[in-house]
């Protein structure tokens, strides 16, 4: 009770103030009676309308509560104009471009790189971009972090010994405060390859380069990299030349690393053995596989998955059920995967090997979900990308926010020409919700879609303080 108070307090102050410092006139576009209740039913006009795994309100009723409120408003006309891009409800799990403010300081086109999310930022690593007639082929030795209340990307300086030369295809995850990187690859792809783990101190921004006792990970890129308490598991992965499915546990308190499970012969094609550039995902004790490229330059299906038990040290294989309607996912690599409702992945993106061009092409943009407790396939019909793409880096943060960046796209000039595909690599931002924002996220997000300059937020932080901002707030801008 006392949070919800508090919550509805600062969500009044931020409506009602008339004047934001000199940055901020007629900021609020109405009056709110605290005492009806007309906050949270506002606010309720922000929640996805069109969440296709969930129970839907009627188009008439979404009407009725967002005219509900309105009523409760007392608020001339110009404001009610004002006011209704925010009323408007949409599907916040949709993905949507985000603009960075400052569109000419971001990140170069690429691919390759890797990314991971914050409560405050979005933070990406390396990445490829290909020579063409106007610009030189080039490998990104930067860290660029996108702050999400700024909307602003930074190219942060950092110190130590980070990786140099193996700056594609490394293997990237958050443990606390700290980036960890394993493996990667250079140009041309695999002539340089890496088995090293470094660790980037987020707060710092020094990388430190780990010494991994006991028995070594081959030196690989396109492996998959997870953590599970202090336990990191780096799976799969090739040199170029062989690929495996091996597993490695990596204690990080200690550094000591022991080689837990051995590559398996694929059923799909016997003559395959390894992976990489698949997505990986623990369910109850066991290591899960989705995807991935092989020797051939197949891509792995979906109808039998891989799966590592972590108790046994044994790899094993499940049979998926498929969509009633749309079957199963096209095979693919270079995807993206992320927890989504309660024992479930959502799926997207991703390329599979075209051998009559002799290149990769992209998958469709439909969005997928996995059911680990039915072992069943679902498409989410009503939600797609907002255009098909793989190779890019993406990250889920606590709050549900699936960020994506950059990565290559299919064009073509001729739709019924196989042969007159082309590569683009773009630094698109992407933004999508897995699931609903809670109020305070809500009238946080208001609040910064209202400021007509976000640098104010810096310049002048104490006008936060004065507002009463939660610090949990604040503290995410820098």
Partial sequence: ?????????????????????????????????????????????????????ANQKSAQQTATLSMDGLINLRQTKAGLCAASAFLIPKNLMAFFEEIPIDSSDKPHPRSGHRAIA???????????????????????QELWRYNFALRRWTLETTTGDGPTLTLASHSMCLFRNSLLVFGGTGF?????????????????RHWKRCRILDEQPEQVYGASMLVNDDHLYILCGTNSWTYNSDVYDIHL?????????????????????GRYRQEAYIYKNKIFLFGGGGVSGISFSFEHLPVFDLTSGRWSFVQTNPDPIYNFPTGRKFHSIFPFHKN???????????HLINRHIAVNNR????????????????????????????????RGEIWTHGGVVSESRSINDINN??????????K?????????????????????????????PELLVQLGVPPRFTERIH
């Avoid at 041309?188 to 710092?204: A, E, I, M, W």
């Avoid at 479930?344 to 075209?354: D, K, N, S, V, Y």
């Fill in 188 to 204: 041309p792809f695999g002539q340089h390859v890496s088995n090293d783990l470094f660790v980037l101190d987020l707060k710092r």
């Fill in 367 to 398: 969005i997928w979900t996995f059911d680990f407790e039915k072992l069943e396939w679902s498409i989410l019909p009503k939600l797609t990308m907002s255009r098909p793409t793989y190779f890019h880096a993406a990250a889920i943060n606590e």
């Fill in 432 to 460: 999508m919700h897995t699931r609903v924002q809670n109020l305070s996220e809500l009238t946080w997000n208001y609040f910064l879609n209202s400021l007509p300059d976000r640098t104010c937020l810096i310049t002048q």
């Fill in 253 to 273: 308190p200690t550094l000591t690393c022991k080689h837990i499970g051995r590559t398996f012969d694929e059923i799909e094609d016997p003559s395959e053995t």
């Fill in 118 to 140: 914050t409560e405050s930022d979005l933070w990406i690593w390396g990445g490829y971009y290909p020579a063409n007639d106007n610009q030189p082929e080039r490998m990104f």
């Fill in 1 to 53: 009770m006392l949070e919800l108070t508090t919550l509805m307090i600062f969500t009044w102050l931020t409506l009602r103030v008339r004047y934001f410092h000199s940055y901020i006139q007629n900021f609020v576009f109405f009056d709110i009676d605290i005492n009806n209740n007309v906050i949270v039913r506002w606010l309720c006009s922000f929640v996805m309308t069109d969440d296709p795994t």
């Fill in 421 to 430: 595909y082309t590569e683009k690599r773009i630094t698109s931002l992407h």
């Fill in 344 to 354: 479930q992945i959502i799926m997207f993106g991703g390329a599979h090997f075209h």
